[in-house]
Each structure stands twice: as C-alpha cells, then as structure tokens.
C-alpha cells in the first residue's frame, strides 16, 4: 500500500501518528507524510518520505491572533471551543489543501492517515476517491468542535464538487483511538466505526542527556535515592515562565529529585539558580525520563498525559489550553491525579498537590490501573495489520 499521513504543525499532533508510520513502513508499505515545512525536516531525520504542505505552526499562530484577538479576551476554558474552528478550519485547512491536493494526484495513495485536526485529508481523499483514517491525537474531540469547523471547512468540500460530510468527514471511515475507554466520556454515537490504539511515546532525540542522577545513583542520607519528580509543558505551552517558575518554586524545597524541561527553543536559565537537587534541561526525551521518575506535574497536553499513565505515574495537572483541559478532568475522574485551574496554581497549591499524590496509594494506584488498560490495547503493528486487510487493494503502477 501506499499510506499518505497528513498533520498540522504542533508537535502533540504529528508524534502520536509516528508508530503507526513506522508499523506500515516495517510491513514493506509505502509511507509518505503531507506536514508543514518546519516539520518536514524531523519526520526526515526519522527515515520518512515527505511533501510539504501547509502552514508552520508560529505562522499559523500569528495569523489566528491577528483575525481573531477577541480570543485573548476569553476565560481559558472557554478558548478551546472558540479557537479550535477557527485554527484548525478557517486558518489552517485552505492552505494545506491547495497543497495536499497535487502530492495526493501524483502519489496516488491507497489510504490517507489524517490527524483529527487535520480537515483538508479528508476533503482530498474523497476527491480522489481514496479512503481516510482519523488518527487521534488524545481523546475524542468533543462533537460541537468538530462540528464548528465541519461548517467552516464546508465551502472546500463544495469547491471539488462534493457534499460536505457530517464532522468534516473525520469519521467517515474509521477512527484510531489512542484513549484508553476508562477515560472517555460523553456521546460517541455520531463516530459509527472505532479501532483503538495503544498510545506509544515517540520523542525526538535531543542534543541534552539526562542527568547522572536521573537514573537514581544520588542516595539521600537513608542510602535511598529520593523521588524523582518530572516538571513540563511540553514542546509549545512552555512560554509562561512565571508558571513553569512557581511549579519550581513549590516543589524544589521538598525532599525530591526536580526535572524540569522549558522546551527545544526555551533557557534553562531563565528561571534562575536552583538547589542541586533541581536539574533545568531544555528537551529531554520522555521516553528515556518516565521510567524513572515518580510523579509528574505538566500542563497535561495529551502526548505528556497518555505517556505518564503509561508508565502508572500519578500526576499533578496544570491545563492551560486546548484539550488539556478534557485530560485534567479524566486524570481527576480516575482518581490518578489532581488538577489546579489557571488562576489555582499557586505556589502552596502545586506543593501541596504533588505532596499528595506522592503520599497518598490510591493516586499510584489508579495510575497504574489505567496503566494496565493501556497496556491492553493493540499496538501500531497489530493495528497497522488490521487497517492494511480492511482497505489494501492493488496499487496502481
């Protein structure tokens, strides 16, 4: 087969499709992405053919805050519903289909593999009359979102001469959910066809290495090594200093090991001189620091707060956009961790938080049960098998 991925530019979109990638590559399968020129050059790096297609993520941001600066008004909850239509449609979707259009003509593809934030693949396979999967990148997107940018989008799908589909034609097909069921809430019914899909944590590799006593060789006075606490906002909520500076502030004084990371582009030392039993990298791969740590506090975007429950890690949540919001409330629901507001996340709180979902078993424990959960999906091989017997077909010349 040949499998064309389609992703917008944020990072937390384009890593949770790069297993399933990597499955249909190491089946003999043809795989090429369709992605912005700034993350063109990773998804190289990675082994992948590439096309160029649509906006970068700083572009894009820009022109979301010069169309619509009424945004910056809104309380932080109520952005996601307002933002999301209007980023992922009215923004980001024309320009990624006036390019994915001519690289889905002259590639031909068998399949088209779109993140669910990604409205143009749809619109190009039908056109082509090819099929398309919806990958998720975190749990289901509430309907009226989806359905705010199906609207937005549909004047695209009347301009190749076809009907606008229901949801953009995300479900149209089948869709890959990365969830774990236990988490999950809400209506599923208008998404007729569901495969899920173990979640596994792809991270670039970055140029800094992780501390010698990440590993636990540093012993406390008892000859144990303390526990080791991972602080993050990921690759793109990490601009708040302030915050990422009183998480610090809060948890450097207890009896723990800190890792903090400020992001690829940010400066460790921007948040000052730290005790020596807190260590500030840019980008560290969360595939080499889970394993060792205790707890982690971050903003709970998605690929953070899957990778975590992975590993059975109880969490302090500090949600400040997007679905985080969504995934601070499934963390509290399952009983695998805290959630503060922006506006709660003072410097007692997040202490106060972190001490007690390291002090209390029934957090670790409900992190290790959804652990399990996930553990119990089928992996990308598995399902990249599953998805090649439903849609292979013979490729043309």
């Not at 526990?227 to 809060?250: H, K, Q, W």
């Not at 975007?301 to 679905?323: E, K």
């Amino acid at each position: 087969m040949r499998v064309l991925f389609t992703t917008t530019p944020g990072w937390g979109h384009v890593h949770p499709m790069v297993p399933l990638a990597k499955a249909f590559q190491q089946r003999g399968h043809e795989v090429r992405w369709a992605a912005a020129a700034d993350v063109c050059g990773r998804l190289q790096s990675e082994g992948f053919a590439t096309s160029a297609a649509g906006l970068g993520e700083a572009e894009s941001m820009a022109m979301v805050s010069e169309r619509f600066p009424e945004v910056a008004a809104l309380p932080p909850t109520e952005r996601p519903l307002f933002l999301f239509p209007r980023l992922f449609g009215a923004v980001r979707a024309e320009p990624m289909l006036v390019d994915l259009l001519p690289v889905v003509r002259e590639w031909r593809p068998t399949l088209l593999v779109a993140e669910a934030g990604e409205f143009a693949g749809p619109i190009a396979a039908a056109a082509a009359g090819v099929p398309s999967v919806c990958h998720a990148f975190g749990a289901l997107l509430p309907p009226e979102r989806v359905a705010a940018a199906s609207t937005v989008v549909a004047p695209l799908w009347e301009a190749q001469g076809l009907g606008p589909r229901p949801f953009a034609g995300s479900y149209d097909h089948l869709y890959l959910d990365i969830y774990p069921g236990s988490l999950s809430t809400g209506d599923r019914s208008h998404v007729p066809d569901v495969q899920p899909l173990r979640p596994v944590a792809f991270a670039a590799t970055g140029e800094e290495v992780l501390p010698e006593w990440v590993t636990g060789d540093s012993v406390d006075r008892e000859g144990a090594a303390p526990p080791l606490v991972y602080v993050t906002f990921g690759t793109v909520f990490n601009r708040d200093t302030s915050l990422i500076g009183a998480v610090v502030e809060a948890v450097a004084g207890l009896p723990l090991r800190v890792l903090v990371t400020v992001g690829p582009q940010g400066d460790p030392g921007v948040l000052g001189p730290q005790p020596p039993n807190v260590h500030v990298a840019r980008y560290l791969p969360q595939t080499h620091v889970l394993p060792h740590c205790a707890a982690v506090v971050s903003h709970a975007g998605s690929g953070t707060f899957l990778a975590s429950l992975a590993h059975g890690l109880p969490q302090v949540c500090l949600p400040q956009a997007a679905d985080q919001f969504d995934n601070a409330g499934a963390c509290v629901r399952s009983g695998a961790g805290l959630a503060l507001l922006p506006g709660e996340a003072t410097v007692p709180a997040v202490r106060e938080g972190v001490e007690r979902i390291l002090s209390e078993a029934a957090f670790r424990t409900a992190a290790e049960r959804v652990a399990g959960e996930i553990a119990a999906m089928p992996g990308p091989h598995v399902v990249a098998a599953l998805v090649e017997e439903r849609f292979y077909r013979q490729d043309p010349p």
